[in-house]
């Protein structure tokens, strides 16, 4: 069975105890070190083979979001804490997953079977794209090539080094960088809203200054992408 070395960064006795007895339960959780501060990981990070962290946000010296932003090539990472209002910029920086305290067993789990799902589909290749103009791609997914036609994406979601393609039938995970996919979207059809989501312009239900309703799902708008969004969706408003 293939381990994940991994790391706790909690500055709170407590949370460290618990999380430290959660990755003991998991067999492909290998735990190397707690630290009580990022400043302290450094070195680990630089002396060890680390493929996932789970980390505070709130932590002495040197906060988790700006430890994450000082690494150039960083490992999976989940955030642990007690504050819901930073979730999105969480996601913005391409985290695994955010856990809130107190932290449930069953939703631990549930985020570090989400990294092993990341990590199994490493094997499968590149998807194959069709040439532009076409009204279809292919995807490479569960070791085959799927069609995909444009017409059916409601919208694309970044999983770091992957891309969830939700359709009106069915969910695609394949190995693909969103930009790249975005350059195979038909021009025009397509909109990206955050560093993480691509929409289909048909299939925009609702929006805010903030948010983008989609087959009941609300997607973030990214604070880079606010205004060019906020101008598109008006004039799309004004066509209406």
């Known amino acids: 069975m293939e381990k994940y070395n991994c790391i706790i960064i909690e500055d709170e ?10 990755v003991a339960d998991i067999p492909f959780l290998n735990l ?17 083979d680390i493929d996932l962290i789970f980390l505070d946000i709130n932590l002495p010296k040197l906060k988790g979001f700006d430890f994450i932003q000082t690494l150039k090539n960083p490992p999976h990472i989940i955030i642990t804490t007690a504050y819901h209002e930073y979730a999105l910029q969480g996601y913005e ?14 939703r631990f789990l549930k985020a ?10 490493k094997s499968y290749s590149s998807p194959v794209f069709i040439p532009a103009g076409s009204s279809y791609i292919f995807v490479n997914t569960s070791k085959k ?4 036609y444009f017409k059916d994406i409601l919208y694309i979601e ?5 891309i969830k393609i939700f359709t ?6 394949t190995k693909y960088q969103l930009g790249q ?30 948010e983008i309703e989609v087959a009941n799902k609300l997607l973030p708008i990214g604070r880079s992408y606010k205004e060019l969004v906020g101008t598109l969706m008006e004039g799309i408003s004004k066509m209406s």
């Open 13 to 22: 006795p407590l949370a460290a105890e618990i999380l430290q007895e959660y």
């Open 32 to 48: 190397k070190n707690t630290y009580a501060d990022a400043l302290h990981a450094l070195e680990d990070l630089r002396s060890n």
């Open 93 to 106: 920086l391409n985290i695994v997953d955010y856990l809130l305290k107190p932290i449930e067993f069953s």
């Open 112 to 121: 570090v079977n989400k990294l092993k799902m990341l990590n199994s589909l």
């Open 145 to 148: 090539k799927v069609k995909l």
């Open 158 to 162: 970044s999983l770091k080094e992957y």
């Open 168 to 173: 009106t039938d069915k969910i695609i995970v």
């Open 181 to 210: 996919i975005e350059e195979c979207l038909p021009k025009g059809d397509f909109l990206r809203i955050h560093r993480s989501f691509i929409v289909a312009k048909e299939k925009i239900d609702a929006f805010t200054s903030t």
